[in-house]
């Protein structure tokens, strides 16, 4: 079947501006998580939903992060005046319920300059 | 001491060998251990999983998981160099649904 999917691939945008990155999860996993991974680094967790509510937005940066989630399904994570330190690629994840396995989409390669 | 441990390696064996991959975690309520592998430039995979004490085999993967000692392992059997990648492992800690990863350990398989 599908796997969780992302748009765009690649993103390169200048400082200052407003990103939104897609994601489209494994249809009837109820549970998707947003990380960030920079050069060389590990996984950075970011945010998680179940459903369409995040119970848990801790690892979000900086109050110009936000990602909401529609229908239970298709989630925005939007970056609003971008810094190059936000230059990473960032990673969407679904699991059919919270604490399962995690499959994860092919992620959003963002680039501020 | 850092929640998930793994060595960053590289870890280096020839084509066919026994790769042994290694991941201690620090709370004992720990319940999921799963492990993932990364390509360079690519997203990470999901491998194995692992919930028990004891092992799990799937292919030329074996999870093992010793909650005792709170290690959990992944043994890679005739290794490929198509198998060299990062390796993460990633653990659940009890009452959380937000899995804590590894930094990774880099496999070379070499022909």
């Known amino acids: 079947g599908a796997g969780v999917s992302q748009s765009p691939s690649n993103k390169v945008t200048e400082k200052g501006k407003d990103v939104e990155l897609r994601c489209d999860p494994i249809s009837g996993h109820t549970a998707l998580y947003w990380y960030r991974q920079s050069l060389g680094q590990g996984l950075e967790f970011l945010i998680y939903?179940?459903?369409?509510?995040?119970?848990?937005k801790s690892g979000l940066p900086s109050d110009r992060f936000s990602a909401e989630r529609t229908g239970g399904s298709v989630s925005t994570l939007t970056i609003q005046r971008t810094q190059q330190e936000d230059s990473a690629v960032y990673l969407c994840?679904?699991?059919?319920?919270?604490?399962?396995?995690?499959?994860f989409g092919p992620g959003t390669r963002l680039t501020v300059t | 001491q850092k929640e998930v441990e793994q060595n960053s390696g590289p870890l280096s064996v020839p084509e066919g060998a026994i790769a042994s991959l290694n991941c201690t975690y620090s709370?004992?309520?720990?319940?999921?251990f799963f492990w993932y592998r990364q390509y360079s430039g690519k997203s990470p995979e999901l491998i194995m999983f692992i919930y028990s004490n004891g092992d799990k085999e799937d292919g030329r993967f074996t999870a093992q998981l010793n909650k005792a000692s709170q290690y959990v392992s992944l043994l890679i059997r005739d290794s490929q160099p198509s198998d060299s990648a990062t390796y993460l492992c990633?653990?659940?800690?009890?009452?959380?649904?937000?899995?804590?990863f590894g930094r990774g350990t880099s496999l070379i398989v070499h022909p």
């Open positions: 709370d004992r309520g720990s319940q999921s």
């Open positions: 939903f179940q459903g369409n509510s995040a119970p848990d």
């Open positions: 990633a653990v659940n800690r009890g009452g959380s649904y937000i899995p804590t």
């Open positions: 994840a679904s699991s059919y319920q919270p604490s399962y396995e995690q499959y």
